[in-house]
C-alpha cells in the first residue's frame, strides 16, 4: 500500500523493556517518545528494533539500530543524530533510519540511559 504501521521496541542485551506507540500509515512516523531505565553495569548493547504492525500475520521487522556500550564511551555527553537501519534477516534489504537522541546520566553511583525516539523515514 505504499505505507506502514511501524512501532519500536527497546532491548538492552535481548531483553526487550520498551515498546513505542505504533504510528499508523506512514513512511515517515513520528514519536517524540522518551524513557529512562535503570542500566546494568555489565550491559553490552541497547538495540532499537523498528517494527511494521500487521493485524492478520506475524509483524515484519524493518530494521535495527544497536548503540553499544563502547559507542556510549566515545559519546559521554550523548549523541543525537540519525542512524541507519540495518538488517535483521540478510536476505532483506534494509532502507531507512531512525532519529535517536541518547544521554547516559550518572548520579550517586548510579546510572540512567535516557532514549529519545524521535522520529524515522
Do not use: N
Not at 79 to 106: F, N
Amino acid at each position: 500500500t505504499g505505507s506502514s504501521d511501524p512501532y519500536c521496541i527497546v532491548k538492552i542485551d535481548d531483553e526487550a523493556i520498551i515498546r513505542t506507540a505504533t504510528v499508523w500509515k506512514t513512511l515517515s512516523p513520528f514519536w517524540g517518545e522518551e524513557y529512562e531505565v535503570q542500566l546494568q553495569p555489565g550491559f553490552h548493547s541497547i538495540s532499537i528494533y523498528v517494527m511494521d504492525e500487521d493485524a492478520l500475520s506475524r509483524d515484519d521487522v524493518i530494521g535495527k539500530v544497536c548503540i553499544t556500550r563502547d559507542m556510549l564511551a566515545e559519546h559521554p555527553k550523548g549523541y543525537s543524530g540519525w542512524v541507519s537501519l540495518s538488517e535483521v534477516d540478510p536476505d532483506e534489504e534494509v532502507q531507512g533510519e531512525i532519529h535517536l537522541r541518547v544521554e547516559v546520566l550518572a548520579s550517586q553511583g548510579s546510572r540512567r540511559l535516557r532514549c529519545s525516539v524521535l522520529e524515522a523515514r
